[in-house]
């Protein structure tokens, strides 16, 4: 699993991560509400620990941003000290997918991810769109209307994780980790990928779906707008 862990308390997350990392898991960390808003939107992450108590944004209106607005169904699993019925109530009336309460085993805390991890992955559909763009995660088909396209093996990776963030910014250092790792080439490698990409999604139609932002990464989207905030 890719966990996000949301909270401001170092010392937990640190706890937490280690922990993780020794079952083979990655997290990623977030201090306060905006910048785990933007890892969630940004990155491919499985599930999310979220605290309820946060700088920036709390927790709640985390949760609620990212159903009602992001329309992000990544599991939720609240993290707080607050363990009152209405409390719990209020997390998962704004959309958190499972409540524990402070303080916590780690080994408790593992198996709810993973229950979350389990069941969203039951539910997730192999089928990513963006406009009249398709691409089947199972069999790596992809189509734009009813022309099928041919793509080499970087271009599927790197289009897969566009299609996953649409419409937000996925950051240039974030597709040359996905190619190669912590040893990525010259610049001009991911350039060429993406011009490949480019020229078999874009070029044939009329209306571009791949879009530059300058100086940070690339986003699909119907539309070369502003990136919502």
Known sequence: MRVLIVEDNRDICENIGDYLGTLG?????????????????????????????????DGL????KLRLEAKRDTPVLMLTARDTLPDKLAGFDAGADDYLVKPFALQELHARLVSLYRRSRRKATQMLSVGDLTMDKQTLEVRRGTRKLSLNPACLKILERLMEASPAVVMRASLETLLWGDAPPDSDALRSHLYKLRQAIDRPFDRPLLHTVH???????????DVPT
């Open 25 to 57: 898991h990655i997290a990623d960390f977030a201090h306060d509400g905006i910048s785990a808003m933007h890892l969630a939107l940004t990155e491919p992450i499985d599930v999310i620990v979220l605290d309820l108590m946060l700088p920036g944004m």
């Open 61 to 64: 209106t985390f949760c609620r």
């Open 215 to 225: 100086r940070i990464g690339y986003r699909l989207a119907e539309s070369d707008d």
